[in-house]
T-cell receptor, first 114, second 119 residues
Framework: ETGVTQTPRHLVMGMTNKKSLKCEQH?????MYWYKQSAKKPLELMFV???????ENNSVPSRFSPECPNSSHLFLHLHTLQPEDSALYLC?????????????FGQGTRLTVV | AQKITQTQPGMFVQEKEAVTLDCTYD???????LFWYKQPSSGEMIFLIY??????QNATEGRYSLNFQKARKSANLVISASQLGDSAMYFC????????????????FGTGTRLKVLA
């Protein structure tokens, strides 16, 4: 398997549920990202991990909890979400300082909170 | 702070024609990188083309070219010979160095332009 893989692709959850989004990259990158994409808004950067250490947290509510157990895996744990959290959640990875400068994205998880 | 502006929410182009998607940016860093991504309805962001601030020539990748005007802080994407499969959202992005990290960057995106190619 190559590239960035996100699971699940679609998720419907109630406001009292707890769920997790998973991201896996097989590119050997050292940085991983979570973005939120809502309708008619720019992609919002949520978290950045560099070498498994969180280096950026853009004032994201605590109901979103990231986890990076190793350089290939990134999780986003969700609990007590609100309907406005419904969005496409994109995971990305990049190699800082490497020859390839772009970020590589997964296909996203489309989350609906009911 | 870095910012990306895309002023065209939607564009139409006839198949086989060329189209230009606008992007302006704002940064105080002398060294920066600009990217264009395509997002089909499936959701995945697909990298198209990259332009570095010190690159002497405009970037080209197949049917994609970047009209880079540094003084005007614009980095417009030109798609030549449009195809029906080009219908998608297009995002302009800038890479911003995260201070205090060992070469880690974050990517800042504009609001995107939805392109529709007409048969």
């Amino acid at each position: 398997e190559t590239g960035v893989t996100q699971t699940p692709r679609h998720l419907v959850m109630g406001m009292t549920n707890k769920k997790s989004l998973k991201c896996e990259q097989h590119l050997g990158h050292n940085a991983m990202y979570w973005y939120k994409q809502s309708a008619k808004k720019p992609l919002e950067l949520m978290f950045v991990y560099s070498l498994e250490e969180r280096v950026e947290n853009n004032s994201v509510p605590s109901r979103f909890s990231p986890e990076c157990p190793n350089s290939s895996h990134l999780f986003l744990h969700l609990h007590t979400l609100q309907p406005e959290d419904s969005a496409l959640y994109l995971c990305a990875s990049s190699q800082g300082g490497g020859r390839l400068l772009e970020a590589f994205f997964g296909q996203g998880t489309r989350l609906t909170v009911v | 702070a870095q910012k990306i502006t895309q002023t065209q929410p939607g564009m139409f182009v006839q198949e086989k024609e060329a189209v230009t998607l606008d992007c302006t940016y704002d940064t105080s860093d002398p060294s920066y990188g600009l990217f264009w991504y395509k997002q089909p309805s499936s959701g995945e962001m697909i990298f198209l083309i990259y332009q570095g601030s010190y690159d002497q020539q405009n970037a080209t990748e197949g049917r994609y070219s970047l009209n880079f005007q540094k003084a005007r802080k614009s980095a417009n994407l030109v798609i030549s010979a449009s195809q029906l499969g080009d219908s998608a959202m297009y995002f302009c992005a800038m890479r911003d160095y995260l201070s205090g990290t060992s070469g880690t960057y974050k990517y800042i995106f504009g609001t995107g332009t939805r392109l529709k190619v007409l048969a």
